[in-house]
């Protein structure tokens, strides 16, 4: 019950460092994870993506506040409980993001994250097939592949972006971020590649990795230092103690809830709840960001999509084919076009964000359309709009409140809007002229300023990229959690690296940094050098100051 170093959590930072910090052998390490296992094919097969998401045995369940800005609604946000986390349950779309994105990541204070200094952690950790060769990784332990793209639908939505104007894009997670192109995804061999998959396994190999199954109630502090973490498993209350460091790993959400229990926050919140204050930090659970999307519907004219599929005999045949022979439909998460593209002139990298896929559904797989269709996810990506997380009660087992202040900002509303339209330009395009059927969602009607905005206030939905909640900043910022080594400011032996560090949310799906953070972060703890930094240029629009394509 005792390691040089405890991690909390089995995400995608989580695992990564649990790998990192055991390599060498000269550390013991014990990651603690209250989530169960993830055999099975509702998490193994990459087809079966919703499933997961919608069981209390692997996700965590919680729910915000009513949304002031969305007619009030509670807006599900889900968290893996399960050894991988969130990304044993997520759509397994892999975007690192774009290179300005850790540029102004330096900007706000976080000192060696820049772009070219993330660079070469997202290259050790991929192994890449398919990618744009001297970009990517070809040796790490993260599998990042396309799909097949068999399905026309997909060429016809790389066509119709470029018929429109907009860039193409071999790779956007190589040079060029800005474009339509293929969509990346973390399965290998016919497997969802999470992190458990990728990092924690072979680490829980070594004879200095183990985890232990439990709930964290919070972290041992000892004039002014970390010294374990405080765990219950079977109705017993024990602790886990750490001769080096804690590491909190825990989520968006309850990577700040464990720093306020375990006495470190806004001091006024902690003393309402009757918590001992063990060092003041006013940014604990503040700046909360995430992505909305919505979903852009057409009727599909051609029998083609995945709507026929869509039963209990042919989900039978595919989860058979999957089953035993690894092959089929089963093997994809049907994300296999996306693009990103900017919103206006002026707007110098992408700042929205298209998930194609060859069916109309939502999401969680529920309420198909009862016709063949095809749909594109569409987010504005760098809303302004701060949420925050705090406690609901001392409690442990309480849950956090989460409050987004979704569309909280006016400019929320004038993108969005943009995006409806621009959507609406590239699905008219030719490329689209032999599929294309009436449009299902929002429907021809909804036309005008207030239309948009009431069909946004209804059908908007959370993206599930939760960060910002433990922000990394320069040690004199009195909002930053976390210096640029992860180290939480004023507590010494205990660092924070996940999403939640994030000092501003990426241009898309927030698993691809997660990991690259735990990468980065185990280098910070092991105290070795960073690796050095990228020379290589990225790509940026020569017309971004003129035009939005």
Not at 332 to 348: C, M, T
Request: glycine share 10%; charged share 20%.
């Amino acid at each position: 019950m005792q390691a040089d170093y405890v991690i909390i959590g089995s995400g995608s930072a989580g695992a990564a460092m649990a790998y990192r910090l055991s390599e060498d052998g000269k550390n013991s390490v014990i990651v603690l994870e209250f989530g169960g296992s993830d055999v099975g094919p509702f998490v193994q097969m990459p087809a079966a993506l919703a499933y997961p998401m919608g069981m209390n045995r692997y996700n965590w369940g919680y729910v915000s506040e009513p949304e002031p800005h969305l007619n009030n609604r509670r807006m599900i946000a889900p968290r893996g409980k399960v050894i991988g986390g969130s990304s044993s349950i997520n759509g397994m779309v892999y975007v690192r993001g774009h290179a300005e994105d850790f540029n102004r990541w330096e900007d706000l204070g976080a000192q060696g994250w820049s772009y070219a200094d993330v660079l070469p952690y997202f290259k050790r950790m991929e192994s890449s097939h398919g990618g744009q060769e001297g970009w990517r990784g070809t040796d790490g332990p993260l599998h990042v592949r396309r799909g097949k793209a068999e399905n026309p639908l997909y060429q016809a939505f790389i066509e119709a972006g470029q018929q429109a104007g907009f860039e193409g894009t071999e790779d956007y997670n190589g040079e060029k971020g800005e474009g339509f192109g293929l969509m990346e995804q973390t399965s290998w061999k016919g497997r969802r590649w999470s992190t458990a998959n990728a990092y924690l396994r072979p680490a829980l190999k070594r004879k200095n990795c183990h985890l232990i199954r439990c709930f964290a109630r919070r972290i041992m502090i000892q004039n002014g230092r970390a010294v374990g973490v405080e765990i219950e498993r079977g109705g017993n209350v024990d602790a886990v103690r750490a001769r080096k460091e804690v590491i909190v790993a825990a989520s968006a959400f309850n990577s700040p809830k464990l720093l306020m229990l375990s006495g470190i926050g806004p001091a006024e919140h902690l003393k309402e709840m009757g918590i001992e204050v063990v060092a003041d930090r006013p940014g604990v659970g503040q700046n909360l960001q995430d992505h909305l999307e919505f979903y852009m519907q057409q009727h599909c004219l051609q029998p083609i999509t995945l709507y026929s599929k869509n039963n209990w005999f042919w989900k039978g045949v595919i989860g058979a084919q999957w089953l035993f022979f690894k092959k089929g439909i089963g093997t994809s998460n049907q994300f296999e076009a996306a693009a990103f593209i900017r919103s206006a002139p002026g707007v110098k990298w992408p700042d929205i964000q298209y998930h194609f896929l060859p069916m109309a559904i939502s999401y969680d797989g529920s309420s198909p359309a009862k016709a063949h269709g095809f749909q594109a996810h569409v987010g504005y990506n760098m809303s302004k709009s701060r949420g925050q997380v705090t406690l609901r009660s001392p409690d442990v087992a309480a849950p956090p409140v989460i409050q987004f202040n979704y569309m909280s900002e006016q400019e929320d509303w004038i993108k969005f809007r943009h995006a409806v339209r621009i959507t609406r330009e590239i699905f008219s395009q030719p490329a689209f002229d032999p599929y294309r059927g009436p449009e299902l969602s929002p429907g021809p009607r909804v036309q005008s300023d207030e239309q948009i905005d009431g069909f946004l206030r209804e059908h908007l939905e959370g993206a599930y990229h939760p960060c910002g909640t433990c922000k990394m900043g320069s040690a004199n910022d009195p909002m930053a959690v976390v210096d640029p080594h992860c180290r939480v400011i004023g507590v010494e032996g205990l660092r924070v690296a996940d999403s939640s560090i994030f000092p501003h949310v990426t241009y898309g799906n927030l698993n691809g940094p997660s990991i690259m953070t735990g990468e980065k972060a185990a280098d910070h703890i092991l105290g070795r050098d960073p690796l050095p930094r990228s020379n290589q240029e990225p790509w940026i629009n020569p017309r971004w100051e003129t035009s939005d394509r």
